[in-house]
T-cell receptor, first 111, second 112 residues
């Protein structure tokens, strides 16, 4: 089955700096890659997603890039703010079906 | 904006007891899922459900687990005889065919 690796496991950034989280996947058939933000005790919230026919997608301060050849995708958060502090999970799936999640990255934005 | 809902928010049970976790997916969604998240770990897929039957299940989803869509709105996960290691947050999710999975708020299950 699909195996998603995520790095780093923790990330501390100064407010205003950028944060980058990287994920790799194993199944070349995977074609849908969402990113979820999870605050403590809350549900995972979709923040951005990308499909394999696109190399990059941006939504305000958040962007995701996908390299199908290398089977990796990354989340970029620019101009980080304290409210960006959370656990971020990458995921991969074939179609929009069952998701295989990475282990998560705990992001702390220092004021 | 429509949301997936789940009840109860918390459930404490004794080992060996049966629990039923309930979910109301978004009304026009066709695919339903249960995931679980053990404290501090990643979200793990349990089972997917489409067209009134299980479409895929993970190794975690053994004979102690079952799912049901008893009516047009509810989607339930039953654990027949709970074990200590079943303690986790259980998330229901749903999706249309071409949209992202949206998660419910979760049920925190504690097995004593």
């Amino acid at each position: 089955g699909e195996n998603v690796e995520q790095h780093p496991s923790t990330l501390s950034v100064q407010e205003g700096d950028s944060a980058v989280i990287k994920c790799t996947y194993s199944d070349s058939a995977s074609n849908y890659f969402p990113w979820y933000k999870q605050e403590l005790g809350k549900r995972p919230q979709l923040i951005i997603d990308i499909r394999s026919n696109v190399g990059e997608k941006k939504d305000q301060r958040i962007a995701v890039t996908l390299n199908k050849t290398a089977k990796h995708f990354s989340l970029h958060i620019t101009e980080t703010q304290p409210e960006d502090s959370a656990v971020y999970f990458c995921a991969a799936s074939i179609g929009d079906y069952k998701l295989s999640f990475g282990a998560g990255t705990t992001v702390t934005v220092r004021a | 904006e429509p949301e997936v809902t789940q009840t109860p928010s918390h459930q404490v049970t004794q080992m060996g007891q049966e629990v039923i976790l309930r979910c109301v997916p978004i009304s026009n969604h066709l695919y339903f899922y249960w995931y679980r998240q053990i404290l501090g770990q990643k979200v793990e897929f349990l089972v997917s459900f489409y067209n009134n039957e299980i479409s895929e299940k993970s190794e975690i989803f053994d004979d102690q687990f079952s799912v049901e869509r008893p009516d047009g709105s509810n989607f339930t996960l039953k654990i027949r005889s709970t074990k200590l290691e079943d303690s986790a947050m259980y998330f229901c999710a749903s999706t249309e065919e071409t949209s992202a999975s949206l998660f419910g708020p979760g049920t925190r299950l504690l097995v004593l």
